[in-house]
């Protein structure tokens, strides 16, 4: 297997809009999502960081250096964001291997990295992955739409429902 990572260029956009496209998340994945983050990146708010095998896109993550979660903004957290690998490459320590460059990069400016993970099923593979690389619960309880819930609120379980986490790199 010939794994690259490198970051997102102009002409990769298409073809990761398309390859979601394929497995029919294009209404969640469209091109505008990809063009937008490389203006960012192109800014330096964002990296973004892709997977290719073979030469076949496979997966990327993305690194916002200020993230929209206030105690994470408060605290200069930057946070991954974004991490995707395609069905056909998983379990293929590819994920393990976008992980791992995204906290090398954040490691050249901050100590502590910052990660959200849905908390429906579909997300299990990621909470699993978060903590068995260290990633601890932020301790602020569980997020809707970026704010903390209180005791006893009552939240949908879709995308916006999330507990973050973090690492403290280099120990």
């Not at 896109?57 to 395609?86: C, K, M, R």
């Amino acid at each position: 297997m010939n794994l690259v990572i490198r970051q997102l260029e102009a002409n990769d956009c298409t073809v990761i809009a398309d390859a979601f496209a394929q497995i029919g998340w294009s209404s969640h994945k469209p091109l505008s999502q990809y063009q937008h983050y490389l203006a960012e990146q192109n800014a330096g708010k964002r990296v973004v960081l892709v997977a290719f095998v073979n030469g076949d896109f496979a997966g990327y993550v993305t690194i916002a250096w200020s993230s929209h979660y206030a105690p994470f903004q408060a605290n200069d957290i930057p946070e991954i964001q974004d991490f995707n690998v395609l069905p056909a490459f998983r379990r293929r320590k590819i994920g393990t291997a976008l992980m791992d460059r995204a906290e090398e990069e954040i490691s050249h400016r901050a100590d502590v990295v910052g990660i959200g993970v849905g908390m429906y099923a579909d997300y299990g593979n990621a909470q699993r992955l978060y903590v068995k690389r260290g990633y601890v619960p932020d301790g602020r309880g569980i997020t809707y739409n970026g704010r903390v819930l209180a005791p006893m609120a009552v939240a949908r379980n879709d995308d916006g429902l999330v507990l973050y986490f973090t690492k403290q790199l280099g120990t």
